[in-house]
């Protein structure tokens, strides 16, 4: 077994190796399925922070925005440090009101030497991506793997 990763490793010692020149010279890969980049509707958000407390790597805080929102009296939105998020979709999924959804937009603008060039403010998410994208998880299309057990009467 040990003799087997050994040859493995020489195999691979002598081949030229690949490195892909993103955002440059080549396209981002992107499939139907890829989480990138989320959407915040803020004028279905509610304030209740589940996304926040739902997100597993602590990327999300909560921001006091001013402006007129009748279904979020307190006025608090989510805003997403990418440079922490792990685009699991937890939040969305934990969202009561679909306020977040996720497209595949890849981001190039996140290959940066200042890491305060990834936090994204409520504001900021409110706007769409301005280039081509496509919502790729959202309450609508997130199903629950199991449904619940029928109520006993």
């Known amino acids: 077994m040990v003799l087997k990763a050994v040859l493995l490793g020489f195999k691979y010692l002598f081949k030229k190796p690949y490195t892909r020149m993103y955002p440059y010279k080549e396209e981002a890969y992107v499939t139907s399925k890829t989480r990138a980049r989320h959407i915040l509707y803020m004028d279905r958000c509610i304030g209740c922070r589940a996304c926040q407390l739902a997100c597993p790597a602590d990327a999300i805080k909560m921001y006091h925005v001013e402006g007129d929102y009748p279904k979020n009296r307190k006025k608090i939105f989510p805003g997403i440090d990418y440079s922490r998020c792990t685009y699991c979709g937890l939040c969305v999924e934990a969202c009561p009101v ?13 290959i940066t030497e200042d890491k305060a060039t990834t936090l994204y403010t409520p504001e900021m998410l409110a706007k769409p991506p301005e280039g081509k994208y496509v919502i790729t998880l959202s309450k609508d299309t997130w199903k629950p793997p199991l449904t619940p057990p029928p109520k006993k009467k």
């Open 98 to 110: 679909n306020a977040l959804a996720m497209t595949n937009y890849t981001m190039e603008h996140l």
